[in-house]
């Protein structure tokens, strides 16, 4: 038989494993709710957005007559919708693991439920700082600040199939790990503005 104490310290555990999305309040529901719908249509949009067709017709980018500021543009577009998709893919799955997780007694998961629109609001902005940060990378690298690859000027680029794949991919890849690019930025900024070293 189980006495009085263990159906107690039972029930308080079933209440510590909980997931984080069942301590919140009616106005935190309607924000996940919210955040989730924008980071889907964002996802959706960018999508549709990324098809070459429908790319071509917004950009108005002609591959007859192109020259290299219209092709500047197009790269730079494709660039920034590709990040901006992976900033919006990488926002869903955190929310969707951040919800899902359970928490016991002593985890500080527990004070996420009293910052929900503090976390939840980066990812109003995200992708936007993804798809710029997705230019300005791929800027670097063709400045030879970053070294991955070798590839080819900006006008034969955005008109080969096979470099147009390595740009939506890459712009993918800097908007879902912007985290981690942007630590590779702050490396570079302090490598290249770091004070000369006064000799003695």
């Known amino acids: 038989m189980m006495t009085s104490e263990t159906i107690a310290q039972q029930e308080m555990e079933n209440e510590h494993n909980r997931n984080i999305y069942e301590r919140f309040t009616k106005g935190d529901y ?28 917004v950009t108005g980018f002609d591959a007859e007559k192109a020259t290299d500021t219209s092709s500047l543009h197009y790269y730079f577009f494709n660039v920034f919708i590709a990040g901006a998709l992976g ?43 993804g798809g710029a940060l997705s230019i300005m990378t791929l800027a670097m690298l063709n400045a030879g600040f970053m070294s991955l690859s070798q590839g080819q000027s900006i006008t034969n680029t ?40 006064v000799q003695k």
């Open 158 to 197: 955005v008109i080969s199939i096979q470099a147009l794949y390595f740009q939506i991919g890459f712009g993918f890849l800097v908007g879902f790990g912007s985290t981690d690019v942007i630590k590779k930025v702050d490396q570079i900024i302090a490598f290249t503005f770091q004070p000369n070293k």
């Open 87 to 129: 900033s919006g893919m990488y926002g869903l799955r955190r929310i969707y693991a951040k919800l899902t997780k359970l928490v016991g007694p002593d985890s500080k998961e527990l004070s996420d439920s009293f910052r929900i629109r503090l976390w939840l609001s980066t990812f109003y902005y995200k992708p936007l700082m």
């Open 30 to 57: 309607i924000s996940i709710i919210f955040i989730k719908t924008y980071l889907f249509i964002l996802v959706l949009i960018c999508t549709i957005l990324l098809f070459p067709e429908i790319s071509l017709k």
